[in-house]
């Protein structure tokens, strides 16, 4: 006899194959800091998260201010306005690669791929609009659909011919910049049109002051609506949820950040159109990755990739997916790279580009074990590296002194990780 397959109701958190009536990663998050508990106040709900490895974004925001406090000391010039708002545009480009290896990470993979795509979206771009004459916007969307592609191609791969994705990546790596320089030629270099719609997307400014002030005031409101309606989201479901005072906290600090780096902004050209389409695309994904069935898959994946099959979760369609959101942030970034330059030649995507980008990612507290992260991650972790290579420039030290730091700070941020996993094992969480 025949038996009908159905498939088994998909899990509700990002757990290790948890079903839906199990307490989630985040509950358990929310009881080691105390959630629900209600009268914590912020030193103990920090000292029980520092115990139980649950520090989330704490050490890389510590850190982010000792490098700018050495920096400034150092130099006046390094928190001025020009150099900070200058920073904002920096970051954006291996930002947006970031993001994308946030997605693959939290599988527990790795891509070393995106360097290249990102130079070979450049590329494209830089020929089909240049030296074929194609009108900026199709070739822009061609550019960023070859990054998809290309995803597609690597993740298919990987889950269906089971290909291991550093072994997948690396040839990647090697044949995407090999295309990258068969299209460029023998020139090498594509000068892009200063005036056109690439260049502007790094050289555009708000210069409105209502425009950085608005965006602040927005982005705030937004932060304490979402929490409030999951705080009572989660007491109506009877869950751990993180008590009014921390969201108070948490506001608060978010309004002041946010405000003063609009006074900053304001003090030199205004609001970056980079800046924000970068935290737009923060903003999305991170409501992709955690307020989707979607990202629960990814979570569910990176905790047990078994469990999640059992669970009747296609992991090869998964798999294949973020590797495609990978290749497309690849080419986003790209385009903004060679935005900043205003042209594609053969160093783009080059250079200490990939290691950026996956740093950045660990850095700002994306596990290498798959299972934790957000694209917040991204934005911390580039805001670390880029602020290391602006001081050093400054600074007028050698480049080998960034890579000795940034390789220094990348070692703090995986033995952290470890740390933090050893102590949620202690706890029973891992």
Same mark, same amino acid.
């Given at each position: 006899?025949? $038996? ?24 358990? /998050? ?51 306005? $020009? ?18 290896? *946030? ?40 550019? *960023? ?15 269906? *011919?089971?290909?291991? #994705? ?40 708000? &210069? ?12 705030? #409101? ?10 009572? $989201?989660?007491?109506?479901?009877? *869950? ?59 979570? #569910? ?7 999640? /099959?059992?669970?009747?979760?296609? %992991? ?49 507290? &994306? ?14 972790? %580039?805001? %670390? ?46």
């Amino acid at each position: 006899m025949s $038996r009908t397959w159905m498939p088994r109701k998909q899990p509700r958190t990002g757990a290790r194959g948890a079903g839906a009536g199990a307490v989630t990663d985040a509950d358990r /998050r929310q009881l080691a800091s105390g959630g629900g508990a209600g009268g914590q106040n912020p030193l103990e709900i920090l000292k029980r998260r520092f115990h139980s490895g649950e520090l989330g974004s704490v050490p890389v925001v510590l850190g982010l201010l000792v490098v700018w406090i050495i920096f400034e000391s150092l130099n006046d010039n390094f928190l001025s306005p $020009r150099n900070l708002s200058n920073l904002s545009v920096d970051i954006v480009g291996p930002g947006m690669i970031s993001i994308g290896v *946030v997605f693959v990470l939290l599988l527990g993979e790795i891509d070393l791929s995106v360097g290249s795509v990102s130079g070979l979206a450049a590329a494209v771009f830089a020929v089909l609009s240049v030296n074929h004459g194609m009108p900026e916007a199709p070739a822009l969307l061609l550019a *960023v659909l070859g990054g998809t592609l290309i995803g597609a191609v690597q993740g298919f791969f990987l889950a269906k *011919v089971g290909v291991p #994705a550093f072994v997948v990546t690396l040839a990647g790596l090697l044949g995407w910049n090999g295309l990258m320089l068969y299209l460029l030629g023998a020139s090498g270099t594509v000068n892009l049109d200063e005036n056109g719609l690439v260049a502007g997307l790094t050289s555009h400014y708000f &210069t409105n002051v209502a425009a950085a002030y608005g965006l602040a005031a927005l982005g705030t #409101a937004a932060f304490l609506l979402a929490s409030y309606r999951d705080v009572r $989201r989660r007491r109506a479901a009877g *869950v751990p949820a993180r008590p009014m005072s921390e969201i108070v906290l948490r506001t608060a600090v978010l309004a002041v950040i946010s405000l003063a780096a609009a006074w900053v902004l304001n003090q030199f050209l205004g609001l970056p159109l980079a800046l924000l389409i970068f935290l737009v695309m923060l903003v999305g994904l991170d409501q992709v990755l955690h307020r989707t069935p979607y990202g629960r898959m990814i979570f #569910a994946l990176g905790g047990s990739v078994e469990a999640a /099959r059992r669970t009747g979760l296609h %992991v090869s369609l998964v798999r294949i997916s973020v590797f495609m959101i990978s290749g497309t942030m690849a080419a986003i970034g790209g385009l903004f790279l060679a935005s900043r330059v205003t042209s594609a030649s053969q160093t783009s995507g080059s250079g200490n580009l990939l290691m950026d980008a996956i740093a950045a990612a660990v850095i700002g507290g &994306t596990s290498l074990f798959g299972g934790r992260g957000r694209t917040w991650s991204a934005l911390l972790g %580039v805001l %670390v590296i880029q602020s290391i290579a602006s001081g050093v420039a400054l600074m007028g030290i050698q480049t080998a002194v960034q890579f000795m730091i940034t390789g220094g700070v990348l070692l703090i941020a995986v033995v952290i990780d470890s740390l933090s996993r050893r102590a949620q094992r202690a706890h029973g969480r891992v």
